[in-house]
Every structure is written in C-alpha cells, then in structure tokens.
C-alpha cells in the first residue's frame, strides 16, 4: 500500500502518523528538525512543548477541554498516552513532564512498523506523486513553506505572535516567603490541592511591578509588525497596557488563595508558578508569556517576592504563528478545497492548544487512512468536542470571510462550540436552575451528550 506523507513532528503530526499507521496503512512522517532548528524549539524530539506543559483541566464533567482528553483517550491517542504516562501535580490540569512526555511519543513512532522518520525540511508543496499528505507545521511553518501555501491557496497568511513563559529552578525559590496551594485548594490528577507555588505581593509592589512591565525593552517585531496577538496567551505586558488592574483579574489574581506565612493579610496580587518536570526541580511562571527582553525579565521578575534570587532554566520568548483562513479553504475533511489530496491538521489550521492540535491531527489521520483504504469515514459529531473543533474550523466564521481575513481567529475547545441543549436541564426535583447551579448542570449534560454521541459515532468496539 502507497504511504501517506505527514509533514511535522509537533503533537498533531506525531498524532497523525500514529493514527494512520494504528489503522495499518504506512507512513512518513518529514520533520526538519535538527536539519533546520526553529527560534523556539531546543531538541530535535517529536512533540517537543514549547510553551507552557500543561494540557490543562482534566475534568471531562464540566469542563470542554477535559470532554477532549476524554474522546482521544477512547480513540487511542498517542498523545494522551504519553501524557498521562508523564504527568506531574498541577491542581485541576493535567501537565507532564515535558522532556518525558516527547521522549515517549519519539519512542512510540520510532518502533512502529508502518512510520518512517525522515528527518528533512520540505519547503514547496508536495509533488503530484504524494498523493496523500497531511501538512501539520504548526505555528512555526517555515518561510519557505508557507510562501508556497500561501501561493497555492491565493490567501494571504494569517499570523499572530505567541509568547513563552520563563521556567526557574525550584530550588531558587525563596520558600520564606512563597507557599505551595491550589486555588481553593483544588487538587487534579496526581495533584495534593497544594502543588503551586504562590508569591503574593502588596499593592505598592504590584504598581512598581506594572510600571516595571510597561517600562522593559522589548523584543521588535520588525518585519511581522501589526500582527495581532492571540488573546489566550498575551504576553504579560500587552495585558498590563490595557490597565493596571489587568493582571491582577488574570494570571496575578488572588481569589481563592491564602498566604501561609500571614493567613490575615489578603495579597493583593499572586504570581503562581507550576511544576515543569516530574522531579520537580523545575517550576514555569504560570500565564506570564513576554516578549520583555532577557536582560529585563531576569531584572523584573527578581523583584517579585520569593523570585529575588531566582535562577532561570529558561526565559521568556516570542515567536511567529501562521495559520490558514481554514473555513474558506478546507473542506469538512480538513482537505484544501484547491487541492484534495492536502489535508492540513494542528495549529496551522485554526485551532488553539496542544491538546487541540493533536486532537485535529487525531482527526486528520483517521480520515486520511480511511480514505486510502476506501472507506472514507464521516466526520464526528459536533456535538462532540472535537467535531465541535472541527465545525469551528471548516465552517464556523465561513459566513464571516467577507468581513476580512481577521475574522476567522484561532480558538481553543470550549462549550460555546458545541450545539445548545435541546431540552433545559432542571433539577432532579424539577425546578428550575439557576446561577452557577445551572451553568454546571449545563456543562455536565453537554459532556454527557458528547460522550454518548462519540461512543454511537465509534460504534462496536
């Protein structure tokens, strides 16, 4: 049987190639690391996390991104094998290990059968003879790459810049002053309800902290100039320019935390940091993406109390993302409507956060295997999560494209996706609900569904 070609080996390539092969067709998986590095990635592993290592919340009950985990664990995801193999304490979320996590997915495609690595960059698009191929570059597609998707789609790229968050090292830490809590004490898979360090700050120290955030050199966009930024992962100092009480009612917030050295003085602000590697030697700065020169993160963030003397394993970063107007270019099948034998998956179509990326790259495998083993398979159900994902991105803002390419925008899993209930829930009692109780009961019978229409949508098993 002819192989198909996945092009990238982040989450949603390695995911692909995993499915098209777990479906027993062959594969060849191209990824150009290390022939050519990328300003973000520091190994040559496959799905390599470049960012934060959190897959955030586990709760598939009421929480969309975690109804997520729950259909690529029931549909053999390597990804979520990995992970869950690799995790570390994070609260509600589920994060891992992030160099465990990659050595497991590189070691899982290196021994199966049917997947070939070849280690090399394609820069044009494929040719005929590639009959089948799924492009999976991500947010960090080469120049050369995407001049030629932009060039075979007649659309120009859309791009926006995606921030890193700094890691320290645990041991650096000034635990005097920092303690370790949840959020009202939550505790998540492999958690404690305790497993976040906190650094609180008065208000004095937080306006010194604003002002020092505004003030830092920053990195120069130069040539991507004027590209918007995707508003889940701002860097910490766009948000601190819209107000100064901005970060204080997003990652700094204080709600639901209690400063252990001095239980009666509320903090005004906290900076979280999580557990990065399963020794737990190694903590990220939780939400603070910068585009702050190194130099002045090291400055700045020494002054948050507990971090005076903190020892970076790696700091903050900045990087281009490009990804399709996919609603006007793809067809339900993730294939470009210009020319069917390219399916695109990841982040490069659309989509928002790892465990999303792999989820389309999930989608995308299945559905190249199953069209070369003629039985082309139908697209979940959107009142799944991911058909829910996939909607969003095939058909979602296709109503929109008039308004211009920016109204198309990346998007992360959540309930908004999904079609609304076609009965109200009510109480067990039958009164009606309300307030937070009925946002739950919402999100308890939107999971509920999705569970049952995937399982229905799989069949026997």
């Known amino acids: 049987m002819k192989s198909i070609h996945v092009i990238g080996?982040?989450?949603?390539?390695?995911?692909?190639?995993?499915?098209?092969?777990?479906?027993?067709?062959?594969?060849?998986?191209?990824?150009?690391?290390?022939?050519?590095?990328?300003?973000?990635?520091?190994?040559?592993?496959?799905?390599?996390?470049?960012?934060?290592?959190?897959?955030?919340?586990?709760?598939?009950?009421?929480?969309?991104?975690?109804?997520?985990?729950?259909?690529?664990?029931?549909?053999?995801?390597?990804?979520?094998?990995a992970a869950d193999a690799n995790q570390v304490p994070a609260g509600g979320a589920l994060a891992v290990d992030r160099d465990g996590f990659s050595g497991a997915v590189t070691e899982a495609i290196a021994a199966h059968d049917l997947i070939q690595v070849a280690r090399e960059e394609i820069q044009d698009i494929p040719p005929s003879d590639w009959d089948s191929v799924i492009i999976a570059t991500g947010p960090l597609t080469s120049i050369q790459l995407a001049q030629a998707i932009a060039k075979a789609t007649g659309e120009a790229g859309l791009a926006f810049f995606d921030a890193i968050a700094p890691i320290v090292h645990r041991d650096s830490i000034d635990m005097s002053k920092a303690w370790f809590q949840s959020r009202y004490d939550k505790a998540g898979p492999g958690g404690t309800g305790a497993d976040y360090i906190n650094c609180p700050l008065d208000r004095d120290q937080y306006a010194?902290?604003?002002?020092?955030?505004?003030?830092?050199?920053?990195?120069?966009?130069?040539?991507?100039?004027?590209?918007?930024?995707?508003?889940?992962?701002?860097?910490?100092?766009?948000?601190?320019?819209?107000?100064?009480?901005?970060?204080?009612?997003?990652?700094?917030?204080?709600?639901?935390?209690?400063?252990?050295?001095?239980?009666?003085?509320?903090?005004?602000?906290?900076?979280?940091?999580r557990q990065d590697n399963a020794l737990g030697t190694l903590?990220?700065?939780?939400?603070?993406?910068?585009?702050?020169?190194?130099?002045?993160?090291?400055?700045?963030?020494?002054?948050?109390?507990?971090?005076e003397n903190a020892e970076f394993a790696r700091l903050g970063g900045i990087h281009r993302n490009t990804y399709l107007n996919s609603p006007a270019l793809l067809d339900p099948q993730l294939r470009l409507k210009a020319d069917p034998r390219l399916r695109f998956a990841?982040?490069?179509?659309?989509?928002?956060?790892?465990?999303?990326?792999?989820?389309?790259?999930?989608?995308?495998?299945?559905?190249?295997?199953?069209?070369?083993?003629?039985?082309?398979?139908?697209?979940?159900?959107q009142t799944t999560a991911i058909g829910a994902l996939i909607a969003h991105i095939t058909g979602g803002h296709i109503e929109k494209i008039d308004?211009?390419?920016?109204?198309?925008?990346?998007?992360?899993?959540?309930?908004?996706?999904?079609?609304?209930?076609?009965?109200?829930?009510?109480?067990?009692?039958?009164k009606r609900l309300r307030g937070p109780e009925k946002a739950r009961a919402k999100k308890m019978a939107l999971s509920a569904r999705a569970e049952r229409d995937l399982a229905r949508w799989l069949g026997p098993r």
């Open 208 to 273: 010194a902290f604003i002002a020092a955030l505004i003030d830092g050199p920053k990195t120069e966009f130069r040539e991507w100039e004027g590209t918007p930024y995707f508003d889940g992962c701002l860097p910490i100092e766009i948000m601190a320019e819209r107000g100064p009480e901005t970060l204080r009612h997003g990652p700094m917030k204080p709600m639901g935390l209690t400063n252990a050295h001095n239980p009666t003085v509320k903090p005004y602000a906290v900076v979280q940091l």
């Open 403 to 430: 308004a211009g390419p920016r109204s198309f925008q990346p998007m992360n899993v959540n309930f908004g996706l999904f079609p609304p209930l076609t009965e109200a829930v009510k109480h067990p009692d039958g």
């Open 9 to 81: 080996g982040g989450l949603a390539g390695s995911e692909a190639a995993w499915q098209v092969a777990s479906a027993g067709v062959p594969v060849v998986l191209h990824e150009m690391r290390p022939v050519r590095g990328t300003d973000a990635h520091q190994t040559d592993g496959l799905a390599e996390l470049v960012c934060s290592n959190s897959f955030r919340s586990d709760d598939a009950a009421t929480n969309a991104v975690g109804v997520l985990h729950r259909e690529m664990r029931a549909m053999g995801s390597l990804v979520m094998r």
């Open 283 to 307: 903590y990220n700065m939780v939400g603070f993406q910068t585009k702050l020169k190194h130099g002045a993160q090291v400055e700045i963030f020494r002054t948050i109390p507990g971090l």
């Open 346 to 381: 990841g982040q490069i179509t659309g989509c928002e956060g790892y465990v999303e990326s792999a989820a389309v790259g999930l989608i995308a495998g299945r559905m190249a295997a199953a069209e070369r083993s003629g039985a082309p398979m139908s697209v979940p159900p």
